[in-house]
């Protein structure tokens, strides 16, 4: 991260913060210990990066630049452990087990405890079992799609995932909220809000927040489009977006085939 008004770097602010403060910390309490020992100006989509980035079983932390190789979770870099969505504590391997970044079959990286588990390691990002079944689906479709960008109804560019120094556009920490996935084509940028289920028209508003972020801080005279994935969008969403050109709606289907298998076939 770079650093900001002579500061150190933003990770090593979040780290001394975090060594500072007892027990199981808020983004929003770290953010505030931060800006108490280096003032207002840090930049809060910064912070979040780092945090993200620092914590070793966030399974978005390997879209930053210092975890984009397979690695064990044992440098600086690595200091915080996810007690919940929002939530961290100091990073102990003796209590929470070693993690590390490992490549996947399908050629990408994830974020995985080691053999070695530790003493009490806490795995789950939110504490009901549903609710984290959830939170990984919508990861694992978040990952698959930003692997494989669709192809839009009315746009023959092909798209390709946003990148920046240190990040690349899975989980875009900006001003106004996280992006799903932001990618690029033809100069142009493209910002996907993706939801599990049904989209509601709440949606609209959130992904016209994002856009106006990007138009502002990225997009400059190019144009910013907007696409709402979700597996059912429903008639509200549908009668809102009519009035705004430049988001799309599209709609996912999940399938499952299972087979029977026997030990003597």
């Given at each position: 991260?770079?650093?900001?008004?002579?500061?150190?770097?933003?990770?090593?602010?979040?780290?001394?913060?975090?060594?500072?403060?007892?027990?199981?910390?808020?983004?929003?309490?770290?953010?505030?210990?931060?800006?108490?020992?280096?003032?207002?100006?840090?930049?809060?989509?910064?912070?979040?990066?780092?945090?993200?980035?620092?914590?070793?079983?966030?399974?978005?932390r390997i879209h930053y630049s210092e975890n984009?190789?397979?690695?064990?979770?044992?440098?600086?870099?690595?200091?915080?452990?996810?007690?919940?969505?929002?939530?961290?504590?100091?990073?102990?391997?003796?209590?929470?087990?070693?993690?590390?970044?490992?490549?996947?079959?399908?050629?990408?990286?994830?974020?995985?405890?080691?053999?070695?588990?530790?003493?009490?390691?806490?795995?789950?990002?939110?504490?009901?079992?549903?609710?984290?079944?959830?939170?990984?689906?919508?990861?694992?479709?978040?990952?698959?799609?930003?692997?494989?960008?669709?192809?839009?109804?009315?746009?023959?560019?092909?798209?390709?995932?946003?990148?920046?120094?240190?990040?690349?556009?899975?989980?875009?920490?900006?001003?106004?909220?996280?992006?799903?996935?932001?990618?690029?084509?033809?100069?142009?940028?493209?910002?996907?809000?993706?939801?599990?289920?049904?989209?509601?028209?709440?949606?609209?508003?959130?992904?016209?927040?994002?856009?106006?972020?990007?138009?502002?801080?990225?997009?400059?005279?190019?144009?910013?489009?907007?696409?709402?994935?979700?597996?059912?969008?429903?008639?509200?969403?549908?009668?809102?977006?009519?009035?705004?050109?430049?988001?799309?709606?599209?709609?996912?289907?999940?399938?499952?085939?299972?087979?029977?298998?026997?030990?003597?076939?």
């Amino acid at each position: 991260m770079s650093k900001e008004n002579g500061c150190p770097p933003v990770w090593k602010m979040i780290r001394e913060a975090v060594q500072l403060m007892n027990g199981e910390c808020s983004y929003s309490a770290i953010k505030a210990k931060v800006r108490s020992m280096y003032g207002d100006d840090v930049n809060d989509s910064s912070m979040t990066c780092s945090i993200i980035s620092g914590a070793v079983n966030h399974t978005s932390r390997i879209h930053y630049s210092e975890n984009k190789k397979p690695r064990v979770a044992d440098t600086e870099y690595d200091y915080l452990f996810n007690t919940g969505r929002g939530k961290v504590v100091w990073y102990e391997p003796q209590k929470h087990g070693m993690w590390e970044i490992a490549q996947a079959t399908d050629g990408g990286l994830i974020v995985r405890p080691t053999d070695d588990l530790g003493e009490n390691p806490v795995q789950v990002v939110d504490a009901s079992p549903e609710a984290y079944g959830m939170f990984a689906l919508e990861a694992h479709l978040r990952d698959y799609l930003a692997k494989n960008l669709p192809k839009l109804p009315g746009h023959d560019a092909s798209l390709t995932l946003y990148k920046t120094e240190g990040r690349d556009g899975v989980e875009f920490q900006t001003d106004v909220g996280p992006i799903d996935i932001l990618a690029t084509g033809n100069g142009d940028f493209y910002v996907f809000e993706l939801k599990l289920g049904r989209g509601p028209d709440a949606a609209l508003g959130q992904i016209l927040r994002y856009m106006g972020w990007v138009k502002e801080h990225l997009a400059g005279n190019r144009s910013v489009f907007g696409i709402i994935i979700a597996s059912d969008i429903g008639q509200k969403l549908r009668y809102a977006a009519t009035q705004v050109p430049n988001v799309k709606l599209m709609e996912y289907d999940l399938k499952v085939d299972l087979r029977s298998v026997a030990l003597h076939c």
